[in-house]
């Protein structure tokens, strides 16, 4: 009997039956491994780290409930190709199997055969097929799943909600309908279609999915109100939205996306205190989707963040992106509370480590664009001892107060057109994204400077004023602190205002004010999207404000010489001139004397030229009509063009 158990015991712990290698975990490194396809390519899980996800599939080619999952996989990967769905398909049988599956299936996928390598030990993959593990960024384990069937199901329902938290709308609804023809009945997907059609900007038919789905009993019912007062929070109808939330909260107390909904409201009526009561809350429950969970954490992120508390909000961020390591959002709203301190470079990294979850995504491109300029900034230093002279110069000014400019002889010609823009004074909800402002302003400025027409001042220099004048960037608040600062940087105008942060959109007040005159020159208000169209409304506003200019501060110079099918004028790039601008050459007219009073006539256009070559001090332009010969010394002002 004493023999009988000795030996029980060392089979099992030698024998490498299933349970002696335990699965592997999320949240763990996936298990590193190299493997050949049936030409002898190799695949190296270790040179994926930069792949925001690989689908590692353990099948048996034998098996039907072993093969379905993986062939749905493989016809979304054949039809969406654009999706870049990475999916590695590995077995333990032998070679003639893989090859007649190769041959019947004709997959997109590499099929890769385990042999001596034992990769399916490491993944505890031998006993229960299919075994799918998920991997993540940097080859960390984000889900793993064993067996068919209701586990095959349950795999594609995760992997629709990790393609919509990747903002892959598109696929998250492929997804979602492949896994309806498996089973019409599953109800959390139709929760995913509601949630991606409302992302697409498609609220109808989101509302109409929701409204499917809560007529359903229990919690499915439950998850189709949240969807609902989700739909109706978006709209801005608050009031509905609570209703359903009321509801929401009596039927299923533990769904922590219904005090997202809650907190998102409450902030964006000044209620911070109830809002982040609500978002603490959120983080205690259980129910509801992985990225909606992990929106709670963002969310209470981002309330610390506002309040200057940025150490506590990163670990809030640390959780959002430990449930869900594709929420870009949490990714680069921990870099930016860097960057609020000073911490440029890892400011840097976390929003490379954003790009590599989501490439295309341009808000975290400008994001880091700026931060990789100020750390090649530090990392030079021939630049850097040039803007430290600059801005000790100019702090030296505005301690001065030097506000009175050098006598001008000649008070025709413009001088070049430089805009600042201060801070802009952030108001409303809550979005997800930290950094709107300063996004917008980054983008901004570099359109209006790629127009030539006028020279934003970089907000580097003005940043590292603020410091050296120990001034907070609030200081820009202050109207008198502002133009005192646009004088002496030599700007014309200084662009502020504020951003109301609306449920589906962004309202822009931006206000531009001379700093001679010190009068309202324009103002200009703006329904932006949020990050995903930015860039598009930012297109249309910089067109705005140049148009603006152009009426306000249209380009003046003189005629230097006059030759024939050639006209050389007194102003170019400096002063905005750029290839195809439109000048009227002017005269005065006689002044008018009427009732006693002298009356000043506007000048006549004797000629029309446009601008052919520029130089920085000076342009080439064609005649385009004329009334007279031009002369030396004839006026010019700068016209829009007819459209």
């Given amino acids: 009997m004493f023999i009988r158990i000795m030996v029980l015991i060392l089979l099992t712990i030698f024998l490498p039956v299933h349970g002696v290698f335990a699965a592997p975990a999320p949240g763990e490194t996936a298990p590193a491994f190299s493997l050949t396809d049936m030409a002898g390519k190799p695949y190296s899980l270790a040179k994926m780290t930069d792949r925001p996800m690989v689908i590692l599939y353990f099948f048996d080619p034998g098996s039907r409930s072993s093969v379905d999952g993986l062939m749905v996989l493989d016809d979304l990967a054949k039809k969406y190709k654009e999706a870049n769905l990475s999916v590695w398909g590995i077995t333990l049988s032998q070679k003639t199997e893989a090859a007649a599956f190769i041959e019947k299936q004709n997959p997109l996928f590499p099929v890769l055969v385990d042999g001596a390598s034992r990769v399916s030990d490491l993944y505890d993959a031998k006993m229960i097929l299919p075994t799918v593990c998920i991997v993540g960024p940097q080859n960390t384990i984000i889900d793993y799943f064993q067996g068919g069937g209701k586990s095959t199901e349950k795999m594609l329902v995760r992997l629709a909600e990790r393609k919509l938290s990747q903002k892959e709308t598109g696929m998250a609804i492929a997804i979602s309908q492949s896994v309806e023809k498996i089973n019409p009945e599953n109800q959390e997907v139709k929760a995913v279609k509601g949630y991606a059609a409302l992302e697409e900007g498609r609220a109808q038919e989101a509302e109409a ?202 008070e025709w010609t413009s001088r070049p057109l430089i805009i600042s823009f201060a801070d802009l004074e952030e108001k409303g909800g809550l979005s997800e994204a930290d950094g709107y402002q300063s996004v917008l302003l980054t983008q901004l400025s570099e359109m209006l400077n790629g127009s030539g027409r006028v020279s934003v001042v970089e907000r580097m220099v003005l940043e590292r004023l603020l410091d050296e004048l120990n001034l907070g960037s609030s200081a820009l608040s202050d109207p008198e602190t502002s133009l005192t600062l646009g004088k002496i940087m030599a700007a014309k105008l200084i662009g502020t205002g504020s951003l109301l942060h609306l449920p589906h959109s962004v309202l822009l007040n931006l206000r531009f004010v001379d700093t001679e005159t010190t009068a309202l020159a324009k103002v200009i208000s703006e329904e932006l999207g949020q990050k995903n169209t930015l860039e598009k409304d930012l297109n249309r506003l910089s067109r705005e404000i140049l148009k603006s200019v152009i009426d306000l501060y249209p380009v003046r110079g003189f005629v230097v010489q006059s030759e024939e099918g050639s006209i050389m004028i007194n102003v170019g790039k400096k002063q905005g001139v750029v290839l195809g601008t439109l000048f009227s050459v002017v005269e005065e007219k006689a002044p008018v004397t009427y009732k006693g009073r002298v009356l000043k006539a506007l000048p006549s256009e004797v000629a029309e030229i446009k601008v052919t070559s520029v130089e920085p001090d000076f342009s080439y332009a064609a005649i385009i009509k004329k009334k007279r010969a031009l002369k030396n010394d004839d006026a010019i002002i700068e016209k829009q063009p007819v459209k």
């Fill in 209 to 410: 999915l929701f409204t499917t789905l809560s007529k359903e009993k229990g919690k499915e019912g439950a998850a189709g109100l949240e969807g609902l007062a989700a739909v109706q929070a978006k709209a801005g109808n608050s009031d509905t939205a609570m209703k359903l939330l009321d509801e929401v909260e009596k039927k299923a107390p533990d769904r922590a996306y219904a005090s997202v909904i809650k907190g998102n409201i409450l902030y964006s009526q000044n209620k911070k205190e109830a809002a982040k009561k609500a978002f603490e809350q959120a983080t205690r429950k259980k129910e509801g989707a992985i990225y909606q969970k992990a929106s709670a954490f963002n969310q209470l992120g981002r309330v610390y963040a506002n309040e200057k508390e940025y150490g506590r909000a990163r670990s809030f961020y640390d959780q959002a992106i430990e449930l869900d390591p594709y929420y870009i959002e949490a990714t680069a709203n921990k870099g930016v509370t860097y960057e609020k301190e000073g911490d440029w470079s890892r400011a840097l990294q976390l929003y490379k480590n954003a790009q590599v979850l989501q490439p295309a995504d341009g808000f975290t491109r400008v994001l880091a664009k700026k931060a990789e300029e100020i750390v090649a900034l530090s990392n030079d230093t021939e630049k850097r001892k040039r803007v430290d002279a600059l801005v000790k110069d100019l702090a030296e000014r505005y301690k001065k107060e030097k506000k009175k400019r050098s006598k001008k002889v000649d």
